[in-house]
């Protein structure tokens, strides 16, 4: 097995590999805003090949802390971990991780994290790939809960009564629009504001910033979807889909203005991406966590629970070297 670190911003192999299992965090496309802000992220993705096919790819990056050299997959990202090609037996799994380690101990690297999608993520849903990382001695070492539906079982009328009465009641005077075009930094800070105000009232901050945000809708166009609702043509609400696999959806951003709490904007516009999203084919939607840390945050995890959406692990994984 041959393991190649790989300049993805020039390598046609890397990308014909993400053409058939396509994966949004591993796109050069998405990635390059790291670059182009200035994250000082040392890259480090690797492909394994045998026979001149590639069988694996990892996004990764290399940091340096007090004890020495860690690799992690991968940060500037939500998920990383390994993409197996669709015909990689377990065997195979094993054998690849097993060379993995051995790569990262001849290049001085005393720690590895991976932080993995959820399993459900996957089309064909098995636990192989967490039976060969435990296996190999990797153990985790982090996890937090998220919340996915399950487009194709998703209907209006499965929801509450109460859920629907209100969804009902706001689409009286909420409206709610896709913003399509190339945007600029002008033409979404009413957008962007609405977000900031929204996290600043939780001590914290978007992922991204305006400029970041504009970066990443220009670039990948049709994987950023940007929804706005607005009452009276003022945008009171806002929501960010990353489109991360062929079939599966992860709500990124989802923020409403604290002068229309009572409208429900929240529920409405959820809903409305959700609907979007099964009538776009989509396989799953994935809310996001609904933890901070070792904390549970019990109301929002049952504000999208009442949106058919279950609870599912993601895992980091860890092993020192």
Known sequence: MEIIKTDIFKSSEWNDFLSSSYNMFYDRKFLDYNNVFNKDIKWHHLMFKDKNKVHAIINGNERTDKDGKIYVSC????????????????????????????????????????????????TKFNEEYEYAMLLEGFQVNKYSITNIIDLNQFEFEKLKNSKKRSIQKSARNISVELIE?????RSLKEFYDILHNNRELKNVKPTHSLSELVFLKNNLPERVILFAAKIDRKIVGVCTLFLVKKDVVLNFYLAADEEHKKDRVSDYLLYNSIEWSKENKFRLYDIGTSNVGNVMLQGLFDFKKKFMADGFLRKSYSINL
Do not use: A, H, W
């Open 181 to 185: 075009n190339n945007v600029s930094e």
């Open 75 to 122: 940060d500037g990202v939500s998920f990383g971990g390994f993409i197996f090609g669709d015909k990689v037996k377990i065997s195979e799994m094993i054998e690849i991780l097993k060379e993995f380690k051995k790569y990262l101990k001849d290049n001085g690297f005393v720690r590895c994290i991976l932080r993995t999608p959820p399993n459900l993520y996957q």
